[in-house]
């Protein structure tokens, strides 16, 4: 049943993706300023440098189909002029990790987000080098219910540094520094997020808290090489970093860029994005990647301010496919040997695979949309599965979210009590959320945003939640970068 879901689900969103840039015909053509031969039948962003697309005027396009064969000197000129500002863009715009990659396409650790992803970010050029900075901010109060629930006022956040040093014109040096105050913001415990569980506090386990993440989450460096215009690689290296292992984790990915909260799901998911000693290698042949990495199975240790040992005794691998601008699929598998400090004789298998669709909707409106699935097979426990659907619509200054869950957790992930603990329980859990920015398109947006979440459980954990429906409540400001743009990017490189 799952098999048939997961195709059903995969052959339907690619189908509708592709129906949906089908070529219209009469209709009014877009490119990029930069990238000339990107031409599109709808408004939307470049796929290899996420510029907005202008529209091509007739009488330029009459005349660029007229004389393809009668260039006079002068438009020849203007031609090699364009040609050679495109190559020094094409250098300048890459990802950091795999200069054959439009920045766009850059996730977490190695992954890939859609090609047509928009940009919050801020973009510095040093000579040849190019530096990106992006990251969030959530100042915010929490209530949630049941006997489990607390409220509170916190802070969860994150900054990022991308730093890229072409090596010739085949090859690139990159490094990221990713960091989160969380150790200060959300204390030892974390968050309260109802039946969330993972990693400890004071050698016990947390349940209905998101615990903090590590003052350092990912510092990294890669090398990647140019074979042909088709082919690359690349190495990355990471202490700490992610290995190739799940979709790009929640807070990198668009359609939960506005949600301050982290899945029910995070350790079915993409939870090894803080990982202590990662090795990466990958292959990509035109819209295909294959990667393996080896890494540290165990997940960080309640010192968030420490690094903790390397210890390389895991292995994953991850397929990665973008056939459109606007999709990226992935499958991966991977070994954690004993991921929890409190349970060291555990081991486990996860398998994930995702969806993400991501579609430009005309000036400064967006829409993102992710589907994840993760399967975690743990050592006398077996298997447990995790859904999650999520979206976002972003339109100028107002953007509208949901998150939609199920996730089986047992007793014991959720530190319960007797014949429960070996008990399997689906929980279920849907957000809504509204954010409207009150700065926009100026360097920097904040936006105030109220966030509804409403729970699910059987009716056999009642005991230890009591009677009360199971809701989260939250307000908070969102601080992150603007979405990045053309201007910004000519007035960096001057």
Not at 235 to 249: C, D, N, V
Not at 414 to 436: C, M, N, Q, T
Request: with cysteine; charged share 20%; proline share 6%.
């Amino acid at each position: 049943m799952l098999r048939f879901l997961l195709t059903f689900i995969l052959v339907a969103t690619i189908t509708s993706a592709l129906l949906a840039q089908a070529p219209k015909p009469e209709a009014t053509q877009y490119t990029c300023v930069m990238h000339p031969e990107v031409i599109q039948d709808h408004p939307g962003r470049c796929p290899k440098c996420g510029m907005e697309l202008v529209p091509i005027k007739e009488d330029h396009r009459k005349h660029r189909t007229s004389n393809v064969e009668h260039r006079t000197s002068n438009e020849e000129a203007v031609h090699q002029t364009a040609h050679h500002d495109h190559a020094m863009h094409e250098m300048k715009m890459q990802s950091s990790v795999n200069l054959a990659d439009p920045m766009t396409k850059e996730g977490s650790g190695t992954s890939w987000l859609p090609d047509s992803s928009p940009m919050y970010e801020r973009m510095f050029m040093l000579g040849q080098d190019m530096l990106m900075l992006h990251g969030a901010a959530f100042p915010r109060y929490t209530n949630v219910s049941t006997r489990r629930g607390d409220d509170r006022i916190d802070a969860p956040n994150w900054l990022m540094g991308m730093f890229s040093h072409p090596l010739g014109d085949s090859a690139q040096f990159g490094v990221r520094l990713m960091m989160s105050l969380d150790p200060l913001t959300e204390g030892g415990r974390g968050y309260p997020l109802l039946f969330q569980s993972g990693e400890s506090w004071h050698d016990q386990p947390l349940h209905d808290r998101q615990h903090p993440h590590d003052l350092f989450s990912e510092l990294s460096v890669t090398y990647s090489q140019k074979f042909t215009p088709d082919l690359s690689s690349y190495i990355y290296f990471g202490y700490p970093g992610e290995p190739a292992l799940g979709p790009p984790t929640f807070m990198h990915r668009i359609s939960a860029m506005d949600d301050p909260d982290a899945p029910l799901g995070h350790h079915w998911q993409d939870s090894s994005h803080v990982t202590f000693g990662v090795a990466t290698g990958g292959l990509v042949w035109r819209t295909v990647k294959i990667e393996g990495s080896v890494f540290t199975g165990r997940e960080p240790d309640e010192d968030r301010y420490d690094f903790d040992r390397p210890r390389f005794d895991s292995a994953s691998g991850r397929i990665s496919w973008n056939p459109t601008p606007d999709l990226a699929l992935q499958f991966s598998h991977g070994y954690l040997k004993s991921p929890e400090g409190l349970e060291p004789t555990v081991n486990r298998h996860r398998t994930t695979a995702s969806i993400i669709y991501n579609k430009a909707l005309g000036h400064d409106a967006n829409w993102a949309t992710t589907f994840v699935w993760g399967q975690n097979d743990d050592t006398h426990e077996g298997k447990t599965q995790s859904f999650l659907l999520e979206s976002n619509f972003q339109h100028q200054r107002d953007t509208f979210y949901t998150r939609l869950e199920r996730v089986e957790k047992s007793g014991h992930e959720l530190v319960l009590e007797g014949a429960d603990l070996a008990k399997i329980f689906p929980i279920y859990a849907a957000s809504f959320g509204y954010v409207h920015d009150f700065t926009h398109g100026n360097g920097v947006d904040v936006g105030l945003g109220a966030q509804f979440t409403i729970d699910h459980r059987p009716d056999e954990l009642d005991r230890y939640y009591g009677d009360e429906v199971g809701y989260g409540l939250e307000v908070f400001l969102r601080i992150r970068p603007s979405l990045h743009r053309h201007h910004e990017m000519v007035d960096a490189m001057k």
